[in-house]
């Protein structure tokens, strides 16, 4: 009892992770119930039209996910700067994270056109390509405020201020449903809008949160504390470094939902109803997949802030006490999948077409097995590779990612599928391959420590001077 109360307790401890974290996994939870019901909705719209979302969000989000997770990345300097006691060097460096990404935004709108040819080459259901096409083309003109969002929310995550990362997130989730409906079915006078109703609604929601980080961040408090206000010039040196650490964590993540997105086109070549249970058995996945993700964002946070601090021991103890949580939540979560698929499937089934679903209900069931037995070691990856990037190891995670999603999941994926005539089972046994290693090598990396030598801020070599009257009274 008295070594459960140990790890309980004290820096680094379970309830100082729960206490960060638990923010960030509603939040997370508010962000999947939405894309549940987004892709719920869209079930009831038609089989082509989430099959074309799911494979459109996967291939966007390869781009736009790069973006908010090299944005997202501003977590680990402000934790630091907050953990080696530099408040004043928080703003400038949630400036570099803004101008960021409104050049992003750019870049991504400018890739818009491209969306259609991208997926006349995969060669799916023309009226697949359809749908796919329209919910990139979207989210990529509407990229910016999404990876404003992300970016700003790690002003808060930094800190350990999660609580308004939860209410911004249940806000953009709430305005995001309302008009999934209004614009997905053509609802009190919208436009029926189909998949591109949903696009819609995810770029307008989104700039809704951003909208709300930026009022809280320039208010009077914050403009005092922490420079939110006249930390506003652009710095050479600190946005290189954001880049320099942020990127590879971007580019893993980016490459990743890439590497995914390719094997969801690999799998609508073996047809329509296997592309459809797989883009139902993913998002049942994400449903219970999120949380750790926000858990993972604690993680980052309490590495970085206790780095700062130069407790390397307490930021190691924090990491395997959110690893102790997720691997309870997760083997629980695995368990539903074998035991209740039915139940699980039953709301995708409510409002489809029966003899559409005849065929993706029994295929998802089927690998929804594949998803309770590779969760773990997913988990295993989120964490201890959050842990990495919390001290500025973003490159090994890069490297991984890229070398294993090709030589363990799409390559072989393609070969016995494309060219072999394997079925959707033998797909996602590659898949798995691909989670088992990239987990219990993740875990292998950490636990030889180099991590925690690592720093992502520069040293404290002058003091600050003190806050102007500008500075306190703001503009």
């Not at 609508?268 to 049942?284: D, E, H, K, W, Y």
Request: proline share 5%.
């Amino acid at each position: 009892m008295e070594r459960l109360r140990g790890r309980w307790r004290g820096a680094g401890g379970v309830a100082e992770v729960l206490a960060l974290a638990y923010p960030l996994i509603l939040s997370q939870m508010s962000f999947t119930v939405g894309m549940f019901i987004d892709r719920l909705f869209l079930t009831w719209y038609s089989a082509e039209a989430v099959a074309g979302a799911v494979t459109g969000a996967f291939t966007t989000w390869s781009l736009i996910g790069l973006c908010i997770a090299t944005g997202e990345y501003l977590t680990a300097f402000i934790a630091q700067y907050h953990g080696s006691g530099r408040p004043r060097r928080i703003g400038p460096a949630v400036w570099q994270g803004i101008y960021f990404s409104l050049l992003a935004g750019l870049l991504l709108a400018a890739l818009s056109p491209l969306a259609p040819a991208v997926f006349a080459w995969a060669g799916h259901d023309p009226a697949v390509q359809r749908y796919e096409a329209a919910f990139s083309r979207i989210c990529l003109l509407g990229g910016c405020p999404i990876v404003l969002m992300a970016t700003l929310s790690s002003f808060f995550a930094g800190r350990g201020r999660t609580k308004v990362v939860l209410v911004a997130n249940i806000l953009v989730t709430a305005v995001n449903l309302l008009l999934d409906y209004l614009w997905i079915f053509g609802k009190a006078g919208f436009p029926r809008w189909g998949v591109a109703g949903a696009a819609l609604a995810t770029v307008t929601a989104q700039s809704c949160g951003a909208a709300f980080y930026l009022a809280i961040i320039l208010g009077r408090e914050h403009r005092r504390a922490f420079a939110t206000w006249t930390g506003w010039r652009f710095e050479r040196a600190l946005f290189g470094r954001l880049l320099r650490y942020g990127l590879p964590a971007g580019l893993q993540y980016s490459l990743e939902i890439l590497a995914f997105a390719f094997f969801l086109m690999i799998v609508g070549r073996i047809g329509t109803s296997p592309l459809a249970a797989s883009g139902v058995a993913f998002n049942l996945n994400m449903i219970v997949f999120m949380p750790t993700l926000g858990l993972g964002l604690a993680v980052s946070s309490l590495v970085a802030r206790y780095l700062g601090a130069e407790r390397p021991e307490v930021a190691e103890r924090a990491t395997w006490s959110a690893f102790g949580i997720s691997m309870s939540y997760m083997s629980l979560c695995s368990a539903l999948y074998v035991l209740l698929p039915r139940l699980l499937l039953a709301p995708y089934a409510a409002g489809a077409d029966p003899a559409a679903f005849a065929e993706i209900g029994p295929v998802a069931a089927v690998l929804l097995r594949f998803v309770a037995i590779y969760s773990i070691f997913d988990m295993m990856n989120v964490i201890f590779a959050a842990g990495l990037k919390g001290a500025g190891d973003t490159t090994y995670p890069l490297a991984l990612t890229v070398f294993l999603s090709w030589t363990a999941m799409l390559l072989p994926a393609y070969l016995l599928c494309v060219r072999g005539g394997a079925g959707v089972y033998t797909a996602w046994w590659c898949a798995s391959a691909y989670i088992f290693l990239v987990g219990l090598l993740m875990l292998r990396r950490f636990r030889a420590g180099r991590w925690k030598a690592m720093r992502v801020t520069e040293p404290a070599l002058l003091d600050l001077p003190p806050l102007g009257a500008s500075e306190l009274v703001g503009p």
